[in-house]
């Protein structure tokens, strides 16, 4: 699902998805570009800040910007990894903009892990627009980017974000459980087997019997 939003109604969607209800949460993540500095700097040394259910402020300022991670990367690749194969319906990415010449909301890509290859499960393309700018002082909750609509079942999910201006800011990554099941591998019962073993075996005799019949 690919999805482009208007700035202003992106800026309603964004507060209104700050209270989504907790989902599968990841067992780890990495990303592929380290972490850059402007006023602080702006790391997640432990890989721990876009998970730890802590909610930062709109406003990237309060708090020496501790709830951020930030990069100045054209594209960076944050890989999630569950504990077992996982449904998944929606992904909600943290963020906030002050301005189109420091901190812009990125578009953001969702992927999945599928025999060996990454698959691309949806997007939000985020036009960038002064519209979407915040105090970079205000201490409401910050929103969400939210991509919705998905149908992922994977041990292992990539959120791409994609620079709109000079920097990029993500806190707490959020996912929606989703209804797919995972599919039958188990063996037959016992009983069962042995039902269809049975059964086997008298189709064979009715094909020999019919065999025999047909040569006499």
Known sequence: MRTTLSAIALSVLALASGAASAGPIPASYTFDQGTDSGTYVYDDPGYTKLTDGVVGY????????????????????????????????????GSTQDSLSDVVLPSVTVSQWVAGNW??????????????DNWYLDTQPHGFLD????????????????????FMFTDEIKFDAGAQSAPNTQLPEP??????????????????RQGAARRR
């Open 58 to 93: 709109n406003g990237w300022f309060p708090n020496s910007a501790a709830p951020w991670v930030g990069w100045t990367d054209a594209l960076v690749n944050i890989d999630f990894t569950f504990s077992g194969l996982t449904s998944i319906s929606g992904v909600h990415v």
């Open 119 to 132: 698959v691309v499960a949806g997007s939000l393309v985020v036009p960038p627009s002064s519209a979407n």
């Open 147 to 166: 991509v919705t609509g998905l149908n992922i079942f994977s041990d292992k999910v990539r959120v791409t974000l994609s620079t709109n201006g000079p």
């Open 191 to 208: 009983r069962t087997l042995g039902l269809m073993t049975a059964g086997l075996g008298l189709l064979a005799f009715f094909r020999r």
